[in-house]
């Protein structure tokens, strides 16, 4: 998830750029650039932070520019893979937020025609084409080139010799802040400070815009898109209107999922895990849930460790680490220890650049974009969805479609379900099989948020002892999908219920015996059993930071707790 901002006006256009991406370091900071129209094309790019790229830079410039901060997707942060990217002659410059899906087979053929790359980027493409059709004229030009393009984008182009700014949308956000001058933008924050009139492009729009002018078209004709009045904060608008950023984050998960899943390298990774006799699996927390969860779902020969207790029971054999933030003091030093005795080390890691990817010989994203919250929610998911995709693609299957949203519109019923759970001091969480893992996790987010005790047990454990602990009106958080464990789990339910148990069953919508055994029912869509920890996670991530919002905790900020836990 990259931050991109152009400017067309009156206005100190650098200064303008500068002030406009620090707002939109949120949403990446491993590298920083601009180009801007003078008499000639003038840019500046590299590694780094807005501050450390883009302070104090002044060019001769007309009235526009195009500035970009970068969360890297394909292609290390450095120099050469910052935005903007540029044809050979430097006349055509672009930035993108995205994953363009056919970029390979694009730069192929412009290879072929004598095209010159620099970067690894898949967004290099796009000045190359449009430089290809300048003949047609420059409008012309950039819309066949967006023409080709496949995935997802928001684009700003600036073109030696005019002053448009040339943009297109495509499933990523764009955004037009509008006081007389222009502000084109990934999201509302940057130009609030100038203006809260804001007119939001739309799925496959692609226009122009220069001082005093704006020109948009979709699906080949005009359209006029009008400003609406923003009533944001600063904080607000970061939150794009969400209470806090974690919310924010439940609610990107379809397109974090979606983004991950569109990285074509889970296919050769999958490739050389099938040629794997044995995969130790190493990581911390949530991402150490979601590596439990590949061992159940997968016929691969895994073993499972936490990174804390890495050095206790690692027997050797190649690793697969996984970690958000790439800098989880206990899973680096598993990742050491291992290298250390000569064995390959592979990565799932979110943050480009961070010291596990450094570290890795192999390494695999999620995109699922900046991660504010301390909580891991969208990357959780997308650290899923990623290992379930290797997972299929192992047995030569492919994942079934993944659609999250019907859950994401249940969070009002889920909240008055947290109203209840905000007055217990502790709460079970019961699963079997795989969702044993979505138990765990979601015991794990109820503490971590709401700070309320919280168990997970497999449900055939309860009698071996837990089972003591049931009283009248403990809460049972009980995960029941229609899977090969349904009939056992109902027996767990029953036994607990028999106890006194408050019952909140998530299940199949059209299981009637379970919903006659809850208390309170979440109805689920049917599901493929293998992606349940996937779905069920989602309803759990909701109820525990709901709890926590009835407890008046700060859930972006939960006490004692860091988002990444770089100590040991
Ligand atoms: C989960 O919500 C927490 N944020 C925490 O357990 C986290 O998953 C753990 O610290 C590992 O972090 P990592 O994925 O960045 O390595």
């Known amino acids: 998830m990259c931050g991109i901002f152009g400017y067309a006006g009156n206005g100190d256009v650098c200064k303008i750029l500068y002030q406009g991406l620090k707002s939109l370091e949120y949403r990446g900071y491993d590298s920083a650039g601009m180009a801007v129209v003078?008499?000639?094309?003038?840019?500046?790019?590299?590694?780094?932070?807005?501050?450390?790229?883009?302070?104090?830079?002044?060019?001769?410039?007309?009235?526009?520019g195009i500035a970009h901060t970068r969360w890297a997707t394909h292609g290390k942060p450095n120099k050469i893979n910052a935005h903007p990217h540029l044809d050979e002659k430097n006349k055509v410059a672009v930035v993108h937020n995205g994953i363009i899906e056919n970029y390979k087979q694009l730069k192929n053929q412009l290879i072929k025609k004598g095209h010159i790359f620099k970067s690894k980027t898949d967004t290099e493409v796009i000045p190359h084409l449009i430089e290809e059709n300048l003949s047609l004229g420059n409008f012309e030009a950039f819309k066949k080139a967006v023409a080709q393009l496949k995935g997802s984008y928001a684009i700003a182009c600036v073109i030696e010799g005019s002053n448009k700014i040339y943009f297109a949308k495509r499933f990523s956000p764009l955004v037009l802040g509008v006081n007389g001058d222009y502000f084109l933008a990934s999201d509302i924050v940057s130009f609030l400070r100038w203006t809260k009139q804001v007119i939001f492009i739309e799925e496959n729009d692609i226009g122009y815009l220069e001082k005093g002018n704006l020109y948009i078209e979709n699906n080949g004709k005009q359209v006029n898109r009008r400003p609406n009045e923003i009533r944001w904060n600063f904080e607000e608008a970061a939150k794009e209107g969400y209470e806090h950023?974690?919310?924010?984050e439940i609610f990107e998960q379809p397109q974090a999922i979606a983004q991950t899943l569109a990285d074509k390298r889970l296919i050769s990774f999958s490739k050389h895990m099938s040629e794997l006799d044995k995969l130790v699996i190493t990581s911390a927390g949530t991402s150490f849930h979601a590596g439990l969860a590949l061992k159940y779902v997968s016929s691969l020969p895994l073993e499972v460790i936490i990174a804390s207790e890495f050095s206790e029971l690692y027997r050797g054999g190649e690793v697969l680490s996984i970690s958000q933030s790439g800098e989880t003091a206990d899973t680096l030093r598993a990742v050491r220890l291992a290298k250390s005795l000569d064995h390959k080390i592979n990565a799932l890691v979110n943050v480009v650049g961070s010291t596990l990817t450094r570290l890795a010989d192999k390494v695999i994203y999620t995109h699922a974009g900046p991660e504010i919250g301390v909580a891991s929610t969208k990357t959780f998911t997308s650290q899923l969805a990623a290992l379930f995709q290797l997972n299929a693609l192992m047995e030569g299957k492919t994942l079934p479609e993944i659609n999250v949203n019907p859950i994401l519109k249940k969070a009002d019923e889920i909240h008055s379900i947290s109203k209840t759970l905000s007055k217990s001091n502790d709460i079970f969480y019961l699963g079997r099989g795989v969702n044993t893992v979505t138990a765990m996790e979601g015991a794990l987010k109820m503490k971590e948020l709401a700070y309320l005790h919280a168990e997970a047990y497999p449900g055939g454990e309860l009698k071996h002892g837990p089972l003591a602990l049931i009283e009248e009106s403990l809460p049972v958080v009980a995960i029941c999908p229609s899977d090969q464990n349904r009939d056992k789990m109902l027996g767990n339910i029953e036994e607990v219920k028999s106890r006194g148990a408050f019952i909140i069953g998530l299940g199949y919508e059209k299981d009637e015996e379970l919903i006659e055994l809850s208390d309170k029912f979440v109805a689920m869509p049917a599901v493929d059993s293998s992606l349940t920890p996937l779905y069920y996670s989602i309803p759990l991530q909701m109820l525990s930071y709901y709890t926590a919002i009835e407890l008046k905790r700060n859930p972006d900020k939960p006490r004692n707790l860091a988002k990444s836990v770089t100590v040991e």
Not at 38 to 64: C, E, R, Y
Not at 245 to 248: A, N, Q, R, S
């Open 245 to 248: 950023f974690m919310l924010k």
């Open 38 to 64: 003078g008499d000639k094309l003038n840019f500046i790019k590299d590694s780094g932070t807005v501050d450390d790229v883009l302070t104090n830079i002044t060019f001769p410039v007309n009235s526009v």
